[in-house]
């Protein structure tokens, strides 16, 4: 949102280039107040949005001070609003927000007004990605498989929203096939700083999935909130928040060559969970975070949700303008971001020492100290290293039922199964590996992982290693670019021979699209009783979420995940034993194949290139030829389908028809999101045969029951009175 009429802080803004006048901001360094230098710099993203939208109405000039306070009212419960600058959706969470905009756009005509004026007025951008599922893998056709079953499955869905990204205004949606949403946001979305209207100010989101966190990484404040907080936004409104506390995060130190991002934030989120951080914002400053790239620091930023705070904040530094450069963004827009931030004291060297902020604590981490891990086996902050998997493995084997055990009686540890497989006899085991997935925007999103998971097939094919066939591997990148680098590279073919090819793109395998296993597979699994895995990059692992079948699931990154697959279990020691052997007979070990940081820095800094970027999201809104062709409505109102039990017009404005409007309206009912709809939004796969399935097939349950088990309850829209010409 632009600034706002009648400001009373309006002597504060001035032109960022004084020979133009017509491009301006609000300088908060003349505001005079020593506090400000003062304040965490994800503090100062909220002070700056009120100061811009003060209207003694909405946002209050006490509200101002409240923030600009920080230091004394963040320990006093003290509620402030926030306008952030944008939205962001994905298609679960985002079809309700749409249907309810199309409800209001009905309610308007019914009263005399014009549909066409209901549009988001906050910048909206819906990203589709939650719909496809591993249902094909380890085939060369994989991918168009699963794509022509996620539209053969969610036909009416992707119609509505195709519906709707033609008939309302500021709201972009980017079709299935492109991306998960966060790394899209991070690749191509996100403004660093909004240029609209006149002003410059920091680009800031709220999202409609917990993990829209992500976007912290680049220096651009955001997080996941309801869908009734999203469309508030969306239709002009502030989201009221508690201040909240800000824990410093200092990092120090240089991690060694073999560690990645992903065993740094999953470091992170053990320590962070057993400090307590819920409902703080988490600020990271300190030299060692110079040592980390954008796409280590949006790794971190991601698994906020798992470490339990609000935020995880990384202020713009000269690495953020970098990453910008590198992922294709406009020079002139680089040129005015960091202009503005220095202006406004929002950008960071975190070498400077002067420059730190005051916290409400700090913690630390050196990062010399992180070692190569997992989490698991049921929840993403029991982080174990990876040199103690095996045995941590067999502890929960016969621990009491709980976060880490499995209460399998001692004597049934070694039970093996056997069983057969295109034609073929195998064994399955307590930590056998059924499911290796490369997924998830958290670590797809990091060439330094994506390319060392490719360099380590390489070396793994070059030794004579292979994945078990019955091994269910998927590769499931968060954007293009990920699968042009990788073949680029050439290292696609050799992720090919070991099973992961791409499979789809989107959330798949990490919100539990992860597809049957084979039924020969299940059948031993079942047989034995069996505690079999699931070895996956994404940020969740909470038991019966990847798949029913894998009880014990690990996070990893991506070149773990492979090593996993080779080996065939989690009840392995690298350091001790080997991963496999090669063709000659001889022992491979996992640090014969695993690739030094240089290695992968090299081939990153040689294929990982602007040009990628700009021709991936330059048509990203129309190389999807099955959305091409997608047939949709094209009226400014949508033709609700009466038999539909999926998409169905709320009754919110029923009451509403018998209302007069005079002509031009001079007050008229702006139809403001207050309480408008309650979702319940599912997703993953229900068991054929469970409790929940059949609460949902009773005869008195007269709602949907689709693949995803989405359930939508609408409850009332209130409305209220104000000027609002133009409707």
Known sequence: MSATVNNPFQHIVEPLDPKDPTQQFYNLSKLGDPRYERLPFSIRVLLESAIRNCDEFLVKSSDVESILNWKHT???????????????????????????????????????????????????????????????????????????????????????????????????????????????????????????????????????????????????????????????????????????????????????????????????????????????????????????????????????PEYGATAAFFPVDEVSVQYLEQTGRDAEKLAYITKYLKAVSMFRDYNNVSQDPDFTRIVELDLTTVVPCCSGPKRPQDRIA?????????????????????????????????FRFNDKDYTLNHGSVVIAAITSCTNTSNPSVMLGAGLLAKKAIECGLSVKPYIKTSLSPGSGVVTYYLKESGVMDYLFQLGFEVVGYGCMTCIGNSGPLPEPVVEAITQGDLVASGVLSGNRNFEGRVHPNTRANYLASPPLVIAYAIAGTVRIDFDKEPIGTNSEGKEVFLRDIWPTREEIQAVEREFVIPTMFKEVYEKIESVNERWNSLVAPSDKLYPWDTNSTYIKSPPFFHGLVNIQIKHPPKLMLRLELLNLSFSVNGYGNVCIGSSSVKALLLPYYTLTFSKYCSILFFLICLTYYTTYDDI
Request: include cysteine; aromatic fraction near 10%; charged fraction near 20%.
């Open 74 to 304: 963040q320990t006093q419960t003290v509620e402030v609003p926030f306008r952030p600058a944008r939205v962001i959706l994905q298609d679960f969470t985002g079809v309700p927000a749409v249907v309810d905009f199309a409800a209001m756009r009905d309610a308007v005509m019914k009263l005399g007004g014009d549909p066409e004026k209901i549009n988001p007025v906050c910048p909206a951008d819906l990203v589709i990605d939650h719909s496809i599922q591993v249902d094909f893998n380890r085939k060369s056709d994989s991918l168009q498989k699963n794509q022509d079953l996620e539209f053969d499955r969610n036909r009416e869905r992707f119609q509505f929203l195709k519906w709707g990204s033609k008939a309302f205004r500021n709201m972009r949606i980017i079709p299935p096939g492109s991306g998960i949403v966060h790394q899209v946001n991070l690749e191509y979305l996100a403004r660093v700083v909004f240029n609209f209207d006149g002003y410059f100010y920091p680009d800031s989101l709220v999202g409609t999935d917990s993990h829209t966190t992500m976007i912290d990484g680049l220096g651009v404040l955001g997080w996941g909130v309801g869908g009734i907080e999203a469309e508030a936004v969306m239709l002009g409104q502030p989201i009221s928040m508690v201040l909240p506390e800000v824990v410093g995060y200092k990092l120090s130190g240089t991690p060694n060559q073999f560690i990645t991002s992903t065993d740094i934030v999953l470091t992170v989120t053990k320590h962070l969970r057993q400090v307590g951080v819920v409902g703080k914002f988490v600020e990271f400053f300190g030299p060692g975070v110079s040592q980390l790239s954008i796409a280590d620091r949006a790794t971190i930023a991601n698994m906020c």
């Open 386 to 418: 990876v040199s103690d998997m095996k045995s941590d493995f067999e502890s929960c084997l016969g621990a009491k039922q709980g976060f880490k055990g499995f209460q399998i009686p001692p004597e049934h540890h070694s039970t093996a199964v056997p």
